[in-house]
């Protein structure tokens, strides 16, 4: 399995600003996802991010919004914009590094709170 | 539109005792399902997979087993122990590059 890692771990934001999350695997992974947990809801995907190509996002979800980034095989970042309190969540990374394609591996998250 | 649901939000079982968390869907494209389970304030840690092609997968105290006709899955760990306390969730997967459909997790609660 893959060791994920993201930061920062949490943050307190204003309206209207910006943050960006970074998360790094300790081996090459082809794709990347990002994810979102809303305050007692499930993980909703946003977006898939491969290595050279464009992010591509799910329903919902724009890249004006949440622009990510992939420079390389082990490296990503999700930038969350124009802060608003409904953007108060949980962010994760994830990455398929098991023995089958379908496991993902996550990494610890990180708690945005939106003031 | 909730393609996986998991209608029980909490469950509490004895140590020692047969946990059983169930998990409905309904996406019939979904070619492969995964139960994750989450500490607080950690990301969700890979317990066990089933492909659609098989009816039950066991590693250990985890069993998972498929119904695909009632499209229903379920994942049973036995005997319960205290470290088992957590928010499971049931997630599936279209295959190939698709991310994971997450249901809502059920709290686990093992008691002494």
């Known amino acids: 399995s893959a060791v994920i890692s993201q930061k920062p771990s949490r943050d307190i934001c204003q309206r209207g600003t910006s943050l960006t999350i970074q998360c790094q695997v300790d081996?090459?992974?082809?794709?990347m996802f990002w994810y979102r947990q809303q305050p007692g809801q499930s993980l909703t995907l946003i977006a898939t991010?491969?290595?050279?190509?464009?992010?591509?996002?799910e329903s919902g979800f724009v890249i004006d919004k949440f622009p990510i980034s992939r420079p390389n095989l082990t490296f990503s970042t999700l930038t969350v914009s124009n802060l608003s309190p409904e953007d108060s969540s949980i962010y994760l990374c994830?990455?398929?590094?098991?023995?089958?394609?379908?496991?993902?591996?996550f990494g610890p998250g990180t708690r945005l709170t939106v003031t | 539109d909730q393609q996986v649901k998991q209608n029980s939000p909490s469950l509490s079982v004895q140590e020692g005792r047969i946990s059983i968390l169930n998990c409905d869907y309904t996406?019939?494209?979904?070619?492969?399902f995964l139960w994750y389970k989450k500490y607080p304030a950690e990301g969700p840690t890979f317990l066990i997979s089933?492909?659609?092609?098989?009816d039950k997968n066991e590693d250990g105290r985890f069993t998972v087993f498929l119904n695909k006709s009632a499209k229903h899955l379920s994942l049973h760990i036995v005997p319960s122990q205290p470290g088992d306390s957590a928010v499971y969730f049931c997630a599936g997967s279209g295959g190939g590059a698709d991310g994971l459909t997450f249901g809502k997790g059920t709290h686990l609660i093992i008691q002494p």
């Open positions: 996406n019939s494209m979904f070619d492969y």
């Open positions: 089933i492909s659609s092609i098989k």
């Open positions: 991010a491969n290595q050279g190509s464009e992010a591509t996002y």
């Open positions: 994830s990455a398929f590094a098991g023995t089958s394609a379908y496991e993902q591996y």
């Open positions: 081996s090459q992974v082809t794709m």
